[in-house]
């Protein structure tokens, strides 16, 4: 399996810019993660999914930042308009129930926000 | 509310040593587990998980761990560290409905290893 892929894997904008952030989950599974790592905060959970239905988005920094799962194989992580404080490394995870809790991690998108 | 706290942000060793990376949970259900290691710019790969079965839970490239419920806590250990063990490590408990196995996990903040030759 090609594992979690997602792209871009290097992003740099400037500030009042759209960013799209996107990821394909491994086939099979039905939980879908977006997830932000900064060296302030850490890991975040900013939300997701079960079966492309947004479960908790209690992550969400704020209405800048949206997400969609139009199909099983496909999400989407928005920020519009991006700041300079959204830079960090953005990562998506998948996984099934069948595997206990276990997340399977892309690679991750790097965002700077100039 | 789940929790997870490790002990350390930063830990060094010296290669051949005992690797001893530290943490204590905080959850009201019991929990489900885990440790991830995060190499440079790569995204974050299990090493284990404790899912309440047997409570020394063995995972890749000779680490392990151990769950104490008496301490809440989940300590991973290597007894003998190799240059390429430096990382950053990451223990994280899961929340959810579904006893555990949704897959929402909390993260600590991270220990980040490094192996001095």
């Known amino acids: 399996d090609a594992g979690v892929i997602q792209s871009p894997r290097h992003e740099v904008t400037e500030m009042g810019q759209e960013v799209t952030l996107r990821c394909k989950p491994i086939?099979?599974?039905?939980?879908l993660f977006w997830y932000r790592q900064t060296m302030m905060r850490g890991l975040e959970l900013l939300i997701y999914f079960n079966n492309n239905v947004p479960i908790d988005d209690s992550g969400m920094p704020e209405d800048r930042f949206s997400a969609k799962m139009p199909n099983a194989s496909f999400s989407t992580l928005k920020i519009q308009p991006s700041e300079p404080r959204d830079s960090a490394v953005y990562f998506c995870a998948s996984s099934s129930i069948l595997f206990a809790g276990e997340l399977f991690f892309g690679e991750g998108s790097r965002l700077t926000v100039l | 509310a789940q929790s997870v706290t490790q002990l350390g942000s930063h830990v060094s060793v010296s290669e051949g040593a005992l690797v001893l990376l530290r943490c204590n949970y905080s959850?009201?259900?019991?929990?489900?587990l885990f440790w991830y290691v995060q190499y440079p710019n790569q995204g974050l790969q299990l090493l284990l998980k404790?899912?309440?079965?047997?409570?020394l839970v063995k995972g890749i490239n000779g680490f392990e761990a151990e769950f104490k419920k008496s301490e809440t806590s989940f300590h991973l250990t290597k007894p003998s560290a190799h240059m390429s063990d430096a990382a950053e490590y990451f223990c994280a408990v899961s929340v959810g409905n579904y006893g555990g196995s949704q897959g929402n996990l909390i993260f600590g903040k991270g220990t980040k290893l490094s192996v001095k030759p």
């Open positions: 086939s099979g599974h039905d939980y």
């Open positions: 404790y899912t309440s079965a047997a409570t």
């Open positions: 959850s009201s259900v019991p929990p489900y």
